[in-house]
């Protein structure tokens, strides 16, 4: 194991007192389900979380975080759910690894990468160690990203130089930040980083020569004045450097600083001792002098710069700082971390005020791009610290006015700002603040607010966004006036108002109905012309129960009907008074299926007509002639032997909208049912019109192998042939597969459809007609849409994942798969992890049942007391039956076989109702 020695070796260079025991069984659960996957180097897939444990162990981070790092890809990458991270490690690793998963792949170029970077940032806000995790996920990306192809290498390097490399300045992780830079450029400009490590390295041994002579001096300063310090030098980073020849339009040559000396002491005091030994000995530079330690930066960062002039007249840049702030510079807030106390630093500090703060941001950004563009817009620009009237130090951006001041103080502040004073003295509001400025903000409680020319004024992000915001509320309230104007005066007309109507029953079944959360809503809608206000009010004031106009017709006059028409034998799986032998016809005014009760009368043509007991149609006959009833059952033997066909009828009835005869065909086309016939038009009731759709469609049962013995059977069959090498079979509900490695894909085909027709007893090329067959590569997309739940009636439903994990354990438990299906199998399942963990699909209700119970919900204030029906006794009814129980309602079960309807009754703790109650 000689990846646990290296994590080993690596706690123990850093002296960290963390939980080993917990750490090694993280790696162990990683080992065990990373097995047989592989990084584009060809390298074993652990390698990578073991890379990011040790750079977050190297930056000294607490258990959880470590351990997070070691586990932060298994959700994204494996079957392993978040749930059973909680259940082996606890739920703070959990939360974070949960936090990481969902930080993952933020697509460049897409309209979705704003809003995934808006999600990073914020998950940053809530635990500041998901992002610290994710920065050493991209770090070590980032060291091995001359596997990926050009392109990529490009896209990755781009978006981690705009995001991630100012989020690590931000939070202080200089060390991190200045090593993603360099990476960056070099991916991006890989002539500039080659020329520019070319002249570095030109005069290395001068520059080398040059620091230790400059070090070596500063050293004698200390000893003579009895200070212990550690003084060291070092080269700017490449990208530091690119910078400052592109910013200042300079060459190599003319840059001056180059080399910066860093000087570590005990104490505050010591450092301020240091500076003053160091300018008695060289002169600085003018204007080059910044103390961070008087007044730290906002990720935190304090330390004192200065230039001297050094000998042979070079400048040199000095940094001095004490050893725990040096910890915080390199580190940023990573350093904050106390393992052994288990706690983290001060919520005054100042980076946890910036993080409080981007929560703020995330509320007054109208955009994705906005909220990103406040929060790391303004992270790497120069800044100016200026003084509040009592003295708090306020940092901001170079450039900034009073009014950006004012609106960091607070927004009402900004909103209420009429004039500043900088040093006692008033100034305009556009005047440029200098270091040191003490600013007081005039305010009026009848100001009009900011103007249209503040949002030229300001130069910070967060001002521009709040002031955006004060013109989307002023919008916002001259709208809901004008909409209310638009709707009092029409319902004015009808001799009504909003007073009446406001709180209404039928208004609130509309907002309902339309996704409005509020009257206001509403109003809005109507002053931007979003609603047809007198249709509105005609059906608010006037609403009627909509009453489904019955569609009758005689079926002895149906033109389908022959007189001539052919006597055979009934293959319909009805048995007429004992009777096979005769002609039957399917009634279309009730369209009775198999389970319904059952009734035949004969026709004046000779052959039997086929009603429901309970079709108003049927009794009507009856009573006028009772001599021409006939007995009728369902023969159940031919029903579970054949897929029989019968007619259905029904109605849609629908609003006006164009094209919508088409759409509700193209449904019906897709999901490959045969469409019969179908009629539209209008019915009209008193004044009211409403349009409605009668389609009539011909269904089937379904072909399925329901239980263990005829799975065994049907793969048995398909193993047993010299084309098929492995076989899974998923037969559910509503859904039956068939994947296959073969050796000839057509010679197979064939096999599986004679074998699928001779179990539901129809010819091949019936069945054929109604099957999709994929091959190769058509067939993995296939396979991947399945499990990604892509592919289901309801987009995001879970069963769907749980029924192919089943299949594809029987089939290979009972090896009727190998390697090949394993292997296609396995990467569906990460597809589908990935699909869950990157995207908004599970977020919402995802099975027919929840979505179903959800609507009704939606439709209906209150559910709970009602009485719900559930018919059937399959999976469907079964999850349907307990969300409604779990909503309140009083569910009742029904079933043809009464006996199967009270299992699940009791199950669900719900109530049986005999199936010849179905009306």
């Not at 162990?28 to 592989?38: N, P, R, T, V």
């Not at 750079?55 to 000294?60: A, R, S, V």
């Not at 610290?385 to 009402?412: N, Q, R, W």
């Not at 009704?856 to 307990?882: C, H, W, Y």
Request: with cysteine; net charge positive.
């Amino acid at each position: 194991m000689e990846y646990k020695c290296y994590i080993s070796e690596e706690l123990k260079k850093n002296n960290l007192q963390v939980d080993e025991e917990l750490i090694f069984s993280a790696f162990e659960f990683a080992i065990e389900s990373h097995i047989g996957q592989y990084r584009k180097s060809g390298e074993e897939y652990i390698i990578h979380p073991i890379e990011v444990a040790k750079i977050l162990i190297n930056m000294k981070m607490d258990t959880e975080t470590i351990t997070a790092g070691i586990l932060h890809d298994i959700v994204e990458d494996t079957l392993i759910t978040v749930a059973e991270i909680e259940y082996n490690f606890g739920k703070e690793i959990a939360k974070l690894v949960d936090g990481v998963t969902k930080l993952t792949n933020l697509p460049v170029g897409m309209n979705k990468q704003p809003e995934n970077i808006r999600k990073m940032i914020v998950a940053m806000a809530n635990d500041v160690r998901v992002v610290i995790i994710k920065l050493a996920d991209r770090l070590h990306n980032m060291r091995t990203l001359k596997y990926m192809p050009e392109y990529k290498q490009k896209r990755i390097a781009q978006e981690t130089l705009d995001v991630f490399a100012p989020l690590a300045h931000r939070i202080g992780m200089a060390k991190i930040k200045w090593e993603l830079e360099d990476l960056c450029l070099y991916y991006l400009e890989p002539q500039i980083y080659k020329d520019l490590v070319k002249m570095v390295n030109s005069k290395r041994a001068e520059r080398e020569q040059y620091t230790e002579t400059i070090i070596n001096q500063m050293k004698d300063i200390l000893q003579e004045n009895n200070i212990d310090g550690i003084i060291s030098g070092r080269v700017k980073h490449f990208y530091s450097i690119y910078k400052k020849m592109h910013e200042k339009g300079k060459n190599f040559e003319e840059l001056y600083d180059l080399i910066a000396v860093r000087v570590l002491v005990d104490t505050e005091g010591e450092c301020y001792n240091v500076l003053g030994l160091l300018h008695s000995k060289w002169k600085p530079v003018p204007g080059r002098f910044k103390d961070y330690i008087a007044v730290p930066k906002s990720n935190g960062y304090q330390s004192i710069h200065t230039t001297l002039v050094g000998p042979a007249g070079k400048f040199v840049e000095i940094q001095i700082r004490t050893k725990d702030m040096h910890a915080i510079a390199e580190e940023g807030i990573a350093a904050h971390w106390n393992y052994k106390e288990k706690r983290k630093s001060s919520k005054s500090d100042s980076v946890y005020s910036w993080l409080r703060q981007i929560l703020e941001w995330q509320n007054e950004a109208d955009t994705s791009e906005e909220f990103i563009k406040t929060v790391t817009g303004d992270i790497l620009n120069e800044t100016v610290f200026v003084f509040s009237p009592k003295g708090d130090v306020v940092e901001l951006k170079k450039g900034a006015t009073p009014l950006d001041f004012a609106f960091h103080i607070h927004t009402e502040v900004g909103y209420k700002c009429i004039g500043a004073k900088v040093n006692d003295k008033i100034v305009p509001i556009d005047y440029k603040l200098k270091n040191g400025d003490r600013v007081d903000i005039i305010t009026s409680n009848n100001s009009r607010g900011p103007g249209r020319d503040w949002l030229n004024i300001v130069t910070t992000q967060s001002a521009k966004s709040k002031i955006r915001r004060w013109f989307k509320e002023k919008n916002y309230d001259e709208n809901l006036k004008m909409g209310k104007e638009i709707l009092e005066k029409e319902l004015q007309k009808a001799g009504s108002s909003i007073k009446q109507i406001e709180n209404s029953k039928e208004i609130k079944e509309y907002l309902k109905k339309n996704y409005l959360n509020n009257f206001n809503e509403l109003l809005i809608k109507i002053s931007l012309k979003k609603i047809n206000v007198p249709l509105f009010v005609d059906r608010i004031l006037k609403r009627e129960e909509r009453i489904e106009e019955k569609t009758i017709k005689d079926y002895q006059n149906d033109a389908t009907v022959s007189k001539k028409k052919t006597r055979k034998k009934n293959d319909y799986g009805v048995i007429i008074n004992g009777l096979d032998n005769t002609v039957i016809r399917f009634a279309r005014c009730c369209n009775p299926l198999p389970g319904d009760k059952i009734g035949g009368y004969i026709t004046s043509y000779g052959d039997i007509g086929i009603h429901r007991s309970e079709c108003s149609n049927y009794k009507a006959l009856i009573k006028r002639d009772p001599n021409r009833a006939i007995e009728a059952v369902w023969d159940e033997e031919v029903i579970n032997k054949k897929i029989n066909k019968y007619q259905f009828k029904f109605t849609i009835f629908i609003s006006e909208k164009e094209n919508i005869l088409l759409e509700v065909v193209k449904i019906i086309a897709d999901h490959k049912i045969n469409l019969k016939g179908v009629n539209s038009g209008q019915r009209k009731k008193g004044s009211h019109k409403k349009s409605f759709i009668d389609v009539t469609i011909e269904i089937r049962e379904k072909l399925s192998y329901p239980d263990d013995k005829s799975l065994h059977g049907c793969l048995t069959k398909l193993n047993n042939h010299d084309s098929v090498n492995e076989a899974i079979l998923i037969s559910t509900c509503n859904r039956m597969e068939v994947f296959c490695s073969c050796s000839d894909i057509s010679t197979a085909t064939q096999y599986i459809f004679e074998i699928l027709a001779a179990r539901v007893g129809i010819n091949i090329e019936e069945l054929e007609g109604r099957a999709d067959v994929f091959d190769d590569s058509l067939a993995i997309h296939h396979l991947f849409s399945v499990a990604s739940s892509l592919d289901s009636m309801v987009i995001g439903e879970t069963q769907i994942a749980g029924q192919l994990k089943d299949a594809f354990r029987f089939a290979y438990d009972n090896k009727y798969c190998g390697p090949k299906l394993a292997r296609a199998m396995k990467n569906a399942f990460k597809c589908a992890a990935k699909v869950r963990n990157t995207t908004d699909i599970s977020s919402k209700p995802v099975s027919m049942a929840s979505v179903a119970v959800s609507k009704l919900k939606s439709l209906e204030d209150d559910i709970k007391g009602k009485k719900a029906l559930v018919i059937g006794v399959g999976e469907m009814s079964e999850i349907t039956a307990k969300h409604l129980v779990s909503a309140g309602a009083d569910v009742y079960i029904m079933n043809r076989t009464i006996h199967k309807a009270g299992i699940l009754a009791e199950a669900c703790g719900t109530k049986v109702m005999p199936f010849e109650k179905l009306s």
